[in-house]
């Protein structure tokens, strides 16, 4: 079975949610015991590894995770929302560990 050895975020410090999206893969990185690699505008990655739209292209940010296996998976592209429609730190910290959990628990 796969063994997370790293979670990868993507992103851009001129996007209005880079601090809170920092704060969702340190958190994440810490609960899972995992260090952190912090890559900024890597499209090249996303496009490789990441969502993409209908047109091939990457956005920023988001959270994956590299496997000792040399797979790579996406985590995390989108921000969950609460009842009041703003971001869900503790929702997104939880859907990265349970996904991470998933993929190591799988044959």
């Given at each position: 079975?796969?063994?997370?050895?790293?979670?990868?975020?993507?992103?851009?410090?001129?996007?209005?949610?880079?601090?809170?999206?920092?704060?969702?893969?340190?958190?994440?990185?810490?609960?899972?015991?995992?260090?952190?690699?912090?890559?900024?505008?890597?499209?090249?990655?996303?496009?490789e590894h990441g969502d993409?739209?209908?047109?091939?292209?990457?956005?920023?940010?988001?959270?994956?995770?590299?496997?000792?296996?040399?797979?790579?998976?996406?985590?995390?592209?989108?921000?969950?929302?609460?009842?009041?429609?703003?971001?869900?730190?503790?929702?997104?910290?939880?859907?990265?560990?349970?996904?991470?959990?998933?993929?190591?628990?799988?044959?």
């Amino acid at each position: 079975m796969p063994k997370a050895r790293k979670l990868v975020i993507v992103t851009a410090t001129h996007h209005p949610y880079h601090k809170l999206w920092m704060k969702i893969a340190e958190e994440a990185a810490k609960q899972l015991g995992v260090e952190l690699e912090v890559k900024y505008e890597d499209y090249i990655y996303l496009i490789e590894h990441g969502d993409t739209d209908e047109y091939g292209m990457a956005w920023v940010p988001q959270i994956l995770a590299e496997f000792d296996d040399g797979s790579v998976k996406v985590l995390l592209s989108q921000l969950p929302l609460n009842e009041a429609l703003q971001p869900d730190k503790d929702k997104a910290v939880d859907i990265i560990v349970k996904k991470v959990r998933e993929y190591e628990g799988a044959a």
